[in-house]
């Protein structure tokens, strides 16, 4: 799905036509009338008239952008949306200043919006209490046809740094000299045009990338500068798609990057860590990762002992604390201290604590829930630690993902990018499908049913992986004193009136072993009599109760489209076992038993029902072999997930009568 289209346009001399010009009232007005209404852009609240940033890069990397916008409403919700505008910024890293702010009534009129009401605000915030603040626009009262123009400018980048100060210093970019943006060119609105120019020295070999889209460009010297200027026309919304992938890996975006390759950006991120001291390994650190690696004998298992400690010792939140912000990771000194920190203090926090066990760590860069496009280009949101072993492989290890989970990297990072701060430094990785066999959920019931049409037995639930982890996530967000209701939801998700008799179940928080399930349960009236004494009823492992209370997605994925424009994405590749010995009463002959389903695929299926001497057998085996799945293996996986929830709803007829011992017909 990655598109880069781009019409270039190559350009030695010239000047750019109107770029930064203030545009006259008349051309305000034209522009306005010519965006149309909402029957033009199938009922859209407003219009992006036109969208244009202009960016200057200085010599040490600081860049100003002078951002203008205008907007036309086109609804009530529109004008109801464009009362109040919220620009927000890490005053580490940048500051935004509203140049003008005016509304251009239908009516003719003009109304200006003082600068000084804007407001600035600490940005809501939940578990990472940064100094993040927001500008905001009290824009106002506004009516259909109204437009409203807003010019800002802003210095500085998106990621607050390792200094201080109150000085424009703290604006450099953290790979100091060098350049990078990431651009958007998409919008819950149409747009008529957007825009984007950036003058720098050539000297800083700029480069960029156009993804999902079409899009003119001038790349071109003027006055001894390189100015490159990028224009899309007649945006589209974006149809949404249920269970798509992030917005930022199929709509338009532009990135660009004055590194030379990842390699180089590895270097760096490997440098600036050193040069810190954020792994400096204490006599405090050196004693925790001695008590905690005591009698373990391989490097595997210390790896494994330290990488679950931190898991479960260093709380995610996140505080203010200056120094060591971005892409600087805090001391582990002071992590181990607090006892918290985001991802960055608990990789870090594990680099340390690897080190003093005598193992070669690093830190390492991702993003979760979406894709690096390969140009380097700083697209990171999340901290994670790269053990290297003895035979020089490395490993991955992700101390936020895996509180009360098995693994050591999560699953739910499959097929995502990895940039290891390695010391010769790496190229970008993209992480391996985890095959769904390290992800299995066994749901096993052994019952009988009587000729009231109450069904009784065990249920027996084995997981491993992120199955595992998904199950004993149900408790581990509960207080202990609830781990009875959740004992009982495994049942009374699906059957209210199911009766929990007696549950064994292995301990939530004990990772040792692979979490195993299982009750004693009667559900009164679980098939339904029919007037000539036929049961009706469907095989209770086929309506996948552990599922039910999991809210698991091969029962909650729509499945509404027959085909998709976008990648799916589910939690992570996994693989479902479901097996019932359904005792039947006495002489009884079962009528419409489903036929056998074997499905291939990205998304496979396997079931099975018959009658073996009075006993109904059901078995299915479903699996999901990736995290994200692309349109054309859509078919396979919406195939599979269909035909396993039409089992989960299909009849059987239970006749009495018949015969001395149990048949099929």
Not at 28 to 33: D, G, I, S
Not at 99 to 122: F, H, I, K, T
Request: glycine letters at 8%; one cysteine or more.
């Amino acid at each position: 799905m990655v598109g880069s289209w781009l019409v270039l346009v190559l350009v030695l001399v010239g000047p750019l036509a109107s770029w930064g010009a203030e545009p006259a009232e008349d051309e305000v007005r034209q522009a306005l009338a010519k965006a149309g209404t909402a029957a033009d852009w199938g009922g859209a609240g407003a219009v992006v008239v036109w969208d244009r940033r202009d960016v200057t890069v200085e010599e040490s990397g600081l860049a100003r952008t002078e951002h203008r916008t205008l907007v036309k409403v086109l609804s009530a919700s529109g004008a109801r949306q464009l009362s109040v505008t919220l620009l927000p910024y890490d005053p580490l890293s940048a500051d935004v200043t509203v140049v003008r702010c005016r509304v251009y009534r239908a009516d003719g009129s003009l109304r200006d919006v003082s600068p000084e009401q804007v407001q600035d605000n600490p940005d809501p915030q939940s578990l990472i209490f940064w100094n993040s603040r927001e500008k905001l626009v009290p824009v106002g009262r506004l009516q259909v046809g109204d437009g409203v123009e807003l010019v800002t400018r802003r210095v500085g980048f998106t990621y607050a740094l390792l200094a201080g100060g109150e000085d424009e210093s703290r604006f450099i970019p953290p790979m100091r000299g060098h350049f990078y943006d990431i651009v958007p060119f998409w919008s819950e609105w149409p747009v008529v045009e957007q825009s984007y120019r950036v003058r720098i020295d050539p000297a800083k070999h700029l480069q960029y990338q156009f993804f999902h889209g079409a899009a003119e460009v001038s790349d071109r010297l003027e006055g001894g500068s390189r100015v490159v200027t990028v224009t899309m026309r007649g945006f589209r919304p974006l149809e949404p798609e249920k269970g798509m992938v992030a917005l930022s890996d199929v709509a338009p975006k532009l990135l660009l990057t004055t590194a030379a390759d990842w390699q180089a950006k590895a270097i760096w991120f490997h440098d600036v860590q050193e040069r810190y001291g954020s792994f400096t390994v204490t006599p405090e650190i050196k004693a925790v990762a001695d008590h905690i690696t005591a009698g373990l004998a391989t490097d595997e298992e210390k790896a494994a002992a330290l990488t679950h400690w931190v898991a479960e010792n260093i709380r995610y939140v996140g505080l203010h604390m200056g120094e060591g912000e971005g892409y600087t990771l805090h001391r582990a000194s002071t992590t181990l201290r607090d006892r918290g920190g985001v991802c960055k203090d608990k990789a870090g926090m594990l680099v340390a604590l690897l080190r003093a066990a005598g193992l070669e760590a690093y830190a390492g860069m991702t993003m979760a829930g979406e894709r690096i496009e390969d140009i380097p280009a700083d697209q990171f949101n999340h901290c994670i630690t790269v053990w290297r072993k003895a035979d020089r492989s490395t490993v991955l290890l992700d101390p936020t993902w895996v509180p009360g989970v098995r693994e050591l990297w999560s699953s739910r990072e499959q097929q995502q990018q990895v940039l290891k701060g390695l010391p010769e430094g790496a190229d970008l990785a993209t992480t391996p499908v985890s095959p769904p066999e390290a992800h299995p959920l066994h749901v096993r019931i052994v019952s009988r049913l009587a000729a009231d049409g109450t069904l009784e037995g065990t249920l027996s639930v084995t997981a491993d992986g992120q199955s595992d982890a998904a199950l004993r996530r149900l408790y581990r967000r509960a207080l202990r004193s609830s781990w009875g209701a959740v004992d009982d939801a495994f049942l009374t998700a699906l059957e209210v009136g199911a009766e929990v008799t007696t549950i064994q179940r292995s301990d939530p928080d004990d990772l040792s072993v692979p979490f195993r399930f299982e009750a004693a349960f009667r559900i009164p009236g679980y098939a339904r009599r029919l007037t000539d004494g036929s049961l009706v009823l469907v095989p209770l492992v086929a309506r996948h109760p552990v599922g039910v209370a999991l809210h698991a997605e091969e029962l909650s994925l729509d499945l509404a489209k027959e085909e998709r424009r976008h990648p799916v994405r589910i939690g992570c590749s996994k693989l479902v076992r479901l097996s019932e010995q359904l005792t039947l009463p006495p002489g009884t002959t079962v009528r419409g038993v489903p036929e056998g389903v074997s499905l291939a695929g990205s998304g496979a299926l396997e079931a099975r029902c018959r009658v073996e001497g009075g006993v109904l057998v059901v078995e299915e085996t479903l699996s999901l072999a990736q995290r994200v799945f692309s349109p054309a293996e859509w078919p396979s996986l919406r195939g599979a997930l269909k035909a396993f929830r039409e089992l989960a709803e299909h009849p059987i007829t239970v006749e009495p009568g018949r015969g001395k011992r149990g048949g099929a017909e």
